[in-house]
C-alpha cells in the first residue's frame, strides 16, 4: 500500500476553492487514488477517485500529474457545510476480493464564514 | 438513494459483556467490512466478509471478534467480552463489488465500555 501524506488542516473562507493536496511517491501501476469525507460522528463518504489526469464530478475535482506521486482535490466555492476531514487512499481496486480501506489521518477542513 | 443503516446507534456496555453491532447493508452489494474509529483518531480496518466468509481480517481482529451474516441482510459484528479499548465507533460499509466499486458507509454505532 502507498503511503500518503496530507496536511493536517485547512482554513478556508466561504466562497472559495479549497485545493488539498496528498502526496503519494510510493504510487504504484496498478493503483487508484480516492477520496473520502468525514463529518464528525458519520461514517466516511466517497468524493471521487481518478487513476490520472483530471476526474471531475458534480462535488470536486482531482487532478493528478502524469507522474501521479501527488494528486490535488479540489473543492469548488466551499461552504461552512464542507467542514469535515478529508482522506487521501491509495491503492488498487482488485479484480477480485475485497478491496479493504486504509485510512490516513486526513485534512481537516476547516470553512470559515 | 440505498443506504446502509445500522443498529443501536450508541451502545454502553460493561467490561467483560458480549455486544453485537447490527448493520443491514445495501441490498445488492457483495462485499461487506467492519472499519472502526476511537476518538481523535483514524478509521481502522478490521475485517472484510464475501461469499459468507471472511476475506481478510486485521490484527485488531482477534478471537474476541466475529462477524456473521445470519438471514441474508443483516450484518453483525459480535465482540465476545468487551476491553475499555474497544471503545469506539463502528462503521459498516457494503460495496456492490470490488472492482473500483465505491463503499457506502453506515452512520455508526458509538460503543462505550466502562
Known amino acids: 500500500l502507498a503511503k500518503t501524506t496530507q496536511p493536517i488542516s485547512m482554513d478556508s473562507y466561504e466562497g472559495q476553492e479549497v485545493n488539498i493536496t496528498c502526496s503519494h511517491n510510493?504510487?504504484?501501476?496498478?493503483?487508484?487514488i480516492t477520496w473520502y469525507q468525514q463529518f464528525p460522528s458519520q461514517g466516511p463518504r466517497f468524493i471521487i477517485q481518478?487513476?490520472?489526469t483530471k476526474v471531475t464530478n458534480e462535488v470536486a475535482s482531482l487532478f493528478i500529474p502524469a507522474d501521479r506521486k501527488s494528486s490535488t482535490l479540489s473543492l469548488p466555492r466551499v461552504s461552512l457545510s464542507d467542514t469535515a476531514v478529508y482522506y487521501c487512499?491509495?491503492?488498487?481496486?482488485?479484480?477480485?476480493?475485497?478491496?479493504?480501506?486504509?485510512f490516513g489521518t486526513g485534512t481537516r477542513l476547516t470553512v470559515i464564514p | 438513494e440505498p443506504e446502509v443503516t445500522q443498529t443501536p446507534s450508541h451502545q454502553v456496555t460493561q467490561m467483560g459483556q458480549e455486544v453485537i453491532l447490527r448493520c443491514v447493508p445495501i441490498?445488492?452489494?457483495?462485499?461487506f467490512y467492519w472499519y472502526r474509529q476511537i476518538l481523535g483518531q483514524k478509521v481502522e480496518f478490521l475485517v472484510s466478509?464475501?461469499?459468507?466468509?471472511?476475506?481478510?481480517k486485521s490484527e485488531i481482529f482477534d478471537d474476541q471478534f466475529s462477524v456473521e451474516r445470519p438471514d441474508g441482510s443483516n450484518f453483525t459484528l459480535k465482540i465476545r467480552s468487551t476491553k475499555l479499548e474497544d471503545s469506539a465507533m463502528y462503521f459498516c460499509?457494503?460495496?456492490?463489488?470490488?472492482?473500483?466499486?465505491?463503499?457506502?458507509f453506515g452512520p455508526g454505532t458509538r460503543l462505550l465500555v466502562l
Open positions: 441490498s445488492n452489494h457483495l462485499y
Open positions: 510510493n504510487i504504484a501501476t496498478n493503483d487508484y
Open positions: 487512499l491509495v491503492g488498487d481496486a482488485p479484480q477480485t476480493g475485497a478491496n479493504n480501506l486504509f
Open positions: 481518478g487513476y490520472k
Open positions: 460499509a457494503s460495496q456492490k463489488t470490488s472492482f473500483q466499486e465505491t463503499q457506502y
Open positions: 466478509f464475501y461469499n459468507n466468509e471472511i476475506s481478510e
